[in-house]
Nanobody, 121 residues
Framework: VQLVESGGGSVQPGGSLRLSCAAS???????MGWFRQAPGKAHEGIAA???????IYESSVKGRFTISLDKTKTSLFLHMTSLNAEDTAMYYC??????????????????WGQGTQVTVS
């Protein structure tokens, strides 16, 4: 399984970015998610999308971030708007062992990408 993120960068407060995650080697559909880690902080789950289309968002990004999957189910996206300094972090794409998303818990995700940096300043 390989997950490769792209789309990070530097943006001014109030700006937008769209992150992409190219997934390969997954043999079955499963819950996919986005996590982030700011310097000195633990991984934080921010959004997840299950095989039935259910979506989970962390409260601080709800209404600003949108998670989606392309029709081939090989690319996961995170559209981020109204970015602020608190959104600065390394962003990771992850794949769960489960089909349904029950929580934004790192323990439910077995496969991880290398991350893409988002800086808001």
């Amino acid at each position: 399984v390989q997950l490769v993120e792209s789309g990070g960068g530097s943006v001014q407060p109030g700006g937008s970015l769209r992150l992409s995650c190219a997934a390969s080697g997954l043999t079955a559909s499963r819950c996919m998610g986005w996590f982030r880690q700011a310097p000195g902080k633990a991984h934080e789950g921010i959004a997840a999308l299950g095989v039935l289309g259910e979506k989970i968002y962390e409260s601080s990004v709800k209404g600003r971030f949108t998670i989606s999957l392309d029709k081939t189910k090989t690319s996961l996206f995170l559209h981020m708007t109204s970015l602020n300094a608190e959104d600065t972090a390394m962003y990771y794409c992850a794949a769960s062992t489960r089909a349904a998303c029950s929580a934004l818990d790192v323990r439910d995700f077995d496969y991880w990408g290398q991350g893409t940096q988002v800086t808001v300043s």
